[in-house]
C-alpha cells in the first residue's frame, strides 16, 4: 500500500545546478500538489494539478517547473536551483480538485543548495 | 488570504495528560483539516472537518464556524503523540489551491 511516493529523500545541489524531484500516487487521485516547508512557516503551494492534463501555479512558483505525467505522475522541476530553494518539498494528493478532500501525503525530500 | 493562527507554538506535557491545541482563522472557511507531522518528517491527515466535532480513538477535533475557532484534543497523551500538529482551512471558492496552512504546534509528551 505504497500511497504517494516521493523521491529521492535527500539531495544537495550547487547553485545553478538543475534536477527534478518525482512523485507518484497510486491511489487513482484527480488532483497532485507541491508544497515546500520552511522553518517558521506554514505549508506553502508552488504548483498543482487539479486534473490530468492541467497545471497551475501557487502560492510561490518562481523557480519551479512541473508535469503531470500521467494521472498517477507529478514531478517538479528546479531548472537553476538557488540556496533560496533549500526546503523540505512534499508532494501530495487527495481525490477531488477541492480543498475539502483529505489531502495524502509523501515523505518529503530534504533539498540543500549551496 | 485567510489568516490561521495556531496556539501554543510549543507544549510539553507528562504522559497522561489532556491535551488541547487551537487553531483560529480570519475568513470564513468551507473546511478545516488537521494533519499530524512526525519527527522523521511524514505528514498525515488526522481530520477534516465543516462543523461540529469528529472522533478517532483518542483524538478529538471540534470547530465553531461562528467563532471561527477549532481545537484538537488528545486523551490519555502518551509519547508516541508527540509530533507538530498543523491546521489547514480551505477557503470558500473551493479550488484545488484553496488551503491556507498554520505554522503548527510542536507536542512533546514526556513520559
Known amino acids: 500500500n505504497a500511497g504517494v511516493t516521493q523521491t529521492p529523500k535527500f539531495q544537495v545541489l550547487k547553485t545553478g545546478q538543475s534536477m527534478t524531484l518525482q512523485c507518484a500516487q497510486d491511489?487513482?487521485?484527480?488532483?497532485m500538489y507541491w508544497y515546500r516547508q520552511d522553518p517558521g512557516m506554514g505549508l506553502r503551494l508552488i504548483y498543482y494539478s487539479a486534473s490530468e492534463g492541467t497545471t497551475d501555479k501557487g502560492e510561490v512558483p518562481n523557480g519551479y517547473n512541473v508535469s503531470r505525467l500521467n494521472k498517477r505522475e507529478f514531478s517538479l522541476r528546479l531548472e537553476s536551483a538557488a540556496p533560496s530553494q533549500t526546503s523540505v518539498y512534499f508532494c501530495?494528493?487527495?481525490?477531488?480538485?477541492?480543498?475539502?478532500?483529505?489531502?495524502?501525503f509523501g515523505n518529503g525530500t530534504r533539498l540543500t543548495v549551496t | 488570504k485567510n489568516e490561521v493562527e495556531q496556539s501554543p507554538q510549543n507544549l510539553t506535557a507528562q504522559e497522561g495528560e489532556f491535551i488541547t491545541i487551537n487553531c483560529s482563522y480570519s475568513?470564513?472557511?468551507?473546511?478545516l483539516h488537521w494533519l499530524q507531522q512526525h519527527p522523521g518528517g511524514g505528514i498525515v491527515s488526522l481530520f477534516m472537518?465543516?462543523?461540529g466535532k469528529k472522533k478517532h480513538g483518542r483524538l478529538i477535533a471540534t470547530i465553531n464556524i461562528q467563532e471561527k475557532h477549532s481545537s484538537l484534543h488528545i486523551t490519555a497523551s502518551h509519547p508516541r503523540d508527540s509530533a507538530v500538529y498543523i491546521c489547514?482551512?480551505?477557503?470558500?471558492?473551493?479550488?484545488?489551491?484553496?488551503?491556507?496552512f498554520g505554522k503548527g504546534t510542536h507536542l512533546i509528551i514526556q513520559p
Open positions: 501530495a494528493s487527495s481525490t477531488t480538485g477541492t480543498p475539502n478532500s483529505p489531502l495524502h
Open positions: 472537518l465543516s462543523s
Open positions: 489547514a482551512v480551505s477557503n470558500r471558492r473551493g479550488g484545488a489551491d484553496g488551503l491556507t
Open positions: 475568513v470564513g472557511i468551507s473546511a
Open positions: 491511489m487513482n487521485h484527480n488532483s
